[in-house]
T-cell receptor, first 114, second 116 residues
């Protein structure tokens, strides 16, 4: 089955600086890569996702890049703010009709230092 | 729209006892998932339903865990008997196909289970 590795496990950055979280996946058939943000004691929430036919996607301060050849994808957060502090999970999935099984990484605890 | 609902939010039981969790997905979402999230780890899929049929239960410990989705709407997850290692947050999620392709999973608030 799919295996997703995520690094680093913890990350501290000064407010205003950029943060990068990296994930690798094992199954070359995976075609959908979402990123979830989970604040303390709350539910995971989708913040951005990318499909395998796209190399990069941006949404305001957040961007995701995908390298299918190397089987890795990354989350980039620019101009970080205190409210970006949370645990971030990457995930990979082979999306086909009737099957959207997500395999999650182990998470990155991001701390923004004011 | 209303989100995914789960109850109870917290549960403390002794090992070897039984426990059940309930989930009500977002209206119209055909696919429902149960995840186990152990502290410090990412969610791990236990079982996936589409309508009232099981799509994937390969990671469900079937000797002690069971789940059902009656009438393709609400779902219950049961553990009997519980072990200490079952202490975790149990997340329910539901999904709907998007116009631009793919599916987005919406998570409920979770049930935090502590087994003592």
């Amino acid at each position: 089955g799919e295996n997703v590795e995520q690094h680093p496990s913890t990350l501290s950055v000064q407010e205003g600086d950029s943060a990068v979280i990296k994930c690798t996946y094992s199954d070359s058939a995976s075609n959908y890569f979402p990123w979830y943000k989970q604040e303390l004691g709350k539910r995971p929430q989708l913040i951005i996702d990318i499909r395998s036919n796209v190399g990069e996607k941006k949404d305001q301060r957040i961007a995701v890049t995908l390298n299918k050849t190397a089987k890795h994808f990354s989350l980039h957060i620019t101009e970080t703010q205190p409210e970006d502090s949370a645990v971030y999970f990457c995930a990979a999935s082979i999306q086909s009709f009737g099957n959207e099984k997500l395999t999650f990484g182990t998470g990155t605890r991001l701390t923004i230092i004011p | 729209e209303a989100g995914v609902a789960q109850s109870p939010r917290y549960k403390i039981i002794e090992k070897r006892q039984s426990v059940a969790f309930w989930c009500n997905p977002i209206s119209g979402h055909a696919t429902l998932y149960w995840y186990q999230q152990i502290l410090g780890q990412g969610p791990k899929l236990l079982i996936q339903f589409k309508n009232n049929g099981v799509v994937d239960d390969s990671q469900l410990p079937k000797d002690r865990f069971s789940a059902e989705r009656l009438k393709g709407v609400d779902s219950t997850l049961k553990i009997q008997p519980a072990k200490l290692e079952d202490s975790a947050v149990y997340l329910c999620a539901s999904s709907l196909p998007r116009d631009r392709g793919g599916y987005e999973q919406y998570f409920g608030p979770g049930t935090r289970l502590t087994v003592t």
